[in-house]
């Protein structure tokens, strides 16, 4: 399983980016993006199930960060509008086949996905 990150970059405050994920086997599987911020643990963002019909959020992207699939083109995105600074990091892509039901913050866990990509950097001043 291949997962390939695009669309990071450098932005100022207050701007909008969208990142990509393509994937080589996509299978309905249960997605997520993470962050990990200089010196911070990597943590995640947002999540949707396999069917996309549920969908979670960190606190602090609720409202302003959108995930989305688009299953013909196997690709998940993640729009981020009103970036601040403390949205900096390298943004990653998750995958796992199963996708149980649990509380957002167990499912934006690290441990629930096997399949990572290789990142993709956000900067924003």
């Known amino acids: 399983v291949q997962l390939v990150e695009s669309g990071g970059g450098s932005v100022p405050a207050g701007g909008s980016l969208t990142l990509s994920c393509t994937t080589s086997?996509?299978?309905?599987?249960?997605m997520a993006w993470f962050r990990q911020g200089p010196g911070k643990e990597r943590e995640g963002v947002a999540f949707?199930?396999?069917?996309?019909?549920?969908?979670g959020y960190a606190d602090s992207v609720k409202g302003r960060f959108t995930i989305s699939k688009d299953n013909a083109k196997k690709t998940l995105y993640l729009q981020m509008n009103s970036l601040k600074p403390e949205d900096t990091g390298i943004y990653y892509c998750?995958?796992?086949?199963?996708?149980?039901?649990?509380?957002?913050?167990?499912?934006?866990?690290?441990?629930?996905?096997?399949?990572w990509g290789q990142g993709t950097q956000v900067t924003v001043s």
């Open positions: 998750a995958a796992e086949v199963s996708c149980a039901w649990m509380p957002v913050f167990k499912r934006l866990d690290t441990v629930r996905y096997n399949y």
């Open positions: 086997n996509y299978a309905n599987w249960c």
């Open positions: 949707t199930d396999d069917g996309d019909s549920r969908r």
